[in-house]
């Protein structure tokens, strides 16, 4: 298989839910679950791999706190030379809510500052020639996002082929982020976009459309895939042949990261060889899966539940 890397943001989830309605200030309520795990978008994606046994290479960096340590060790080996940032662990608690949404109050901490500098020699000596870097996190990675023009040059010089996947700007799709997003999508050989993001990006309401819209302004043979949350996910391939595939009904425990999971799931796939469109119903299984599970779970088929 062709080596994969995944270049972004890793921190502490604590997720607890589900809530409702929100509560009034000064008060407390109880909830049926927690579940403290490593998360961000680089962090989700990393751990579906290795639950998956997929070799991979993960460039981040931590905070210089007890987070920041077990953050580590979940990585082992290949995060020991992780900086850590004396500005603390990135901490994000998402509250679940019944009908699937979730809100989150999430410290700045360590993501900001993770360095180009940092992230390249986490990269170099990797052995990644020929491979794929899914670039993700770009609005909480400050830093490297303001010299992701450097990060695609470097990336290209070794013949890796960036992935990208943003995910939402905190401040929204500002005209300004939505130029950044299609400036670095001109650099990448794969978008890796939900509906509302790709919708948003391209100018168009309808998701297929906007897809082409993205894939227009990438470079010829990029790829475009559009996750569309219950309703799956779709992919353009390199000529513009359109391939869907649904995601199978689920009870929903929490949907935080399900387009991280996908993420890993369509990558390893594609690394592997796999056609677009049986990368595209890896990406919704592993999805569907690790939504609908808790303790979260990666691996085995959907059908072993009944099992
Ligand atoms: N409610 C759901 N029911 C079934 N599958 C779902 C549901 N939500 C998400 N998925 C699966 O997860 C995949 C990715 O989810 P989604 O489209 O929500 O990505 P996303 O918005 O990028 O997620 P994230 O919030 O992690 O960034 C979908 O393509 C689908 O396979
Ligand atoms: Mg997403």
Redesign the pocket.
Known sequence: MKPLAVIGNVNVDLIMGPAAPWPQPGTEIIVDHHELRVGG?AG?TALAWMALGIPFTIAANVGDDRFGRWLRDEFGAQAAAWPARPEGTTVSVGVTHPD?ERTFFTTRGHLPHFSLEEARSALEGAGLAGGYALVCGSFLTDALSADYDALFDWLDSRGIRAAL?T??PLDGWTPANCAAARGWLARCHLA??????TTTLAGVGDPVEAGRALQARMPAGAIVVV???????IVLDADGVLHE?A????D?ID????????NAGFLAAFAQGAALPACLNA???I??R???TFPRRYGAPLAGDAA
């Open positions: 978008s989700n699937g996947d995910g939402w890796l976009f939900n509906e509302i993001e996750k569309r949350g219950p309703a799956g996910a595939a995601a199978p009904r689920v929903v949907t935080i990261g399900a387009g991280d999971v996908f990406g919704v299984a999805a569907s690790a939504i609908s």
